[in-house]
């Protein structure tokens, strides 16, 4: 028996009662939030999961999860913001719950402690998140549950999550290296092969291919699929675990046109006041602490800019040269 897996890799977390107990739980929160976007006429997808559980684990291998990711179209993302604030959650700082890139968002709700993460793309395709979904919309199935059915990736959609998502969280984390490891050896060969075909559309097989090479027989199956790896520049900064700031730089870099980029400046440097007192406690302290807290957080940019710009020059030149 596999035992359930803590969230940063550190091994047994809880015993199968305990995990599955949680996991029920999750799947409810998945059911009350999938319907509620329904009613709102918003389509969304379970991403990992009870999908990944009933994929990937034996009846008698809990997979431990504690929170709910959904995809949603991007252009129903502001919808869906406002269903799940009915439902009580109400959105992290993005400070506090960094995700590198803009891909998702983290939502959280006091009453029973429910993370959900509203994703409007996956870290990995280079194509904009709206082709990410008209792509992966198209790619589902539906799965059972005690109390309702939900939408979920396709197999081979799910393979090339397994293999992004190990790629997010490199190879120390324990989870994701098992079920990878796990996807290569249950998942046959023509899944594999609509799952490369998959990572193409996305503009991801760099990110693909890095991740199934992440294994042992991940590198087999990549040569038999004629995969090379060509990792991005995101892919390389995961790999190196650049500081967050690195990720603006990129973000920086990626954007076309001066005015748009002073913009992003302008938003990092000058943050809502909301944010400010998320993330600095003197900004709680009315309106003089929240005018101390702005020269602070400039003064922080100042010192992080350099080490920011040299870790991302260092993932550029090394996705150039893995390539």
């Keep these: 028996?596999?035992?359930?897996?803590?969230?940063?890799?550190?091994?047994?977390?809880?015993?199968?009662?305990?995990?599955?107990?949680?996991?029920?739980?999750?799947?409810?929160?998945?059911?009350e939030a999938v319907s509620a976007l329904e009613d709102a006429g918003v389509r969304?997808?379970?991403?990992?999961?009870?999908?990944?559980?009933?994929?990937?684990?034996?009846?008698?291998?809990?997979?431990?999860?504690?929170?709910?990711?959904?995809?949603?179209?991007?252009?129903?993302?502001?919808?869906?913001?406002?269903?799940l604030g009915r439902l009580g959650y109400s959105q992290r700082s993005e400070e506090r719950a960094p995700t590198h890139v803009d891909h998702a968002k983290?939502?959280?709700?006091?009453?029973?402690?429910?993370?959900?993460?509203?994703?409007?793309?996956?870290?990995?395709?280079?194509?904009?998140?709206?082709?990410?979904?008209a792509v992966l919309s198209k790619e589902t199935e539906t799965?059972?549950?005690?109390?309702?059915?939900?939408?979920?990736?396709?197999?081979?959609?799910?393979?090339v999550q397994v293999a992004l998502h190990a790629v997010v969280h490199g190879p120390s984390t324990e989870k994701t290296v098992f079920e990878l490891s796990r996807a290569v050896e249950r998942a046959p060969f023509p899944v594999w092969e609509r799952a490369s075909a998959l990572a193409q559309r996305l503009a991801a097989e760099g990110a693909f291919a890095t991740g199934l090479r992440m294994v042992p027989?991940?590198?087999e199956l990549a040569d038999r699929l004629g995969l090379t790896s060509a990792p991005t520049v995101e892919t390389m900064m995961f790999a190196e675990e650049v500081p967050y700031s690195a990720w603006t730089v990129n973000r920086?870099?990626?954007?076309?046109?001066?005015?748009?980029?002073?913009?992003?400046?302008?938003?990092?440097?000058?943050?809502?006041?909301?944010f400010m007192r998320a993330w600095y406690p003197i900004a709680r302290r009315g309106p003089v602490g929240l005018a101390i807290s702005y020269?602070?957080?400039?003064?922080?940019?100042?010192?992080?800019?350099?080490?920011?710009?040299?870790?991302w020059v260092?993932?550029?030149?090394?996705?150039?040269?893995?390539?």
Excluded at 4 to 30: M, S
Excluded at 44 to 61: H, N, R, T, V
Excluded at 144 to 153: A, K, N, Y
Excluded at 295 to 311: D, K, Q
């Design 314 to 323: 260092r993932a550029r030149r090394r996705a150039r040269h893995s390539g």
């Design 1 to 31: 028996m596999t035992p359930a897996f803590r969230t940063d890799g550190e091994g047994p977390l809880w015993d199968g009662i305990e995990a599955a107990g949680i996991g029920l739980a999750v799947q409810a929160a998945a059911l």
């Design 217 to 219: 027989e991940g590198q």
């Design 143 to 159: 799965m059972s549950l005690q109390s309702g059915e939900l939408t979920i990736l396709s197999e081979p959609a799910r393979a």
């Design 44 to 83: 969304s997808i379970l991403l990992k999961g009870p999908s990944f559980e009933q994929w990937l684990y034996d009846a008698d291998e809990p997979r431990m999860y504690g929170d709910v990711d959904l995809l949603v179209d991007p252009g129903d993302y502001d919808a869906a913001e406002e269903v």
């Design 295 to 311: 020269p602070r957080r400039l003064a922080w940019m100042v010192r992080a800019t350099g080490p920011a710009v040299a870790a």
């Design 252 to 274: 920086l870099a990626k954007t076309p046109g001066l005015v748009p980029k002073l913009r992003i400046v302008a938003q990092r440097i000058f943050p809502s006041p909301k």
């Design 106 to 133: 983290v939502w959280l709700r006091a009453a029973d402690h429910m993370h959900l993460d509203l994703h409007r793309s996956l870290v990995g395709p280079e194509v904009p998140a709206a082709e990410v979904w």
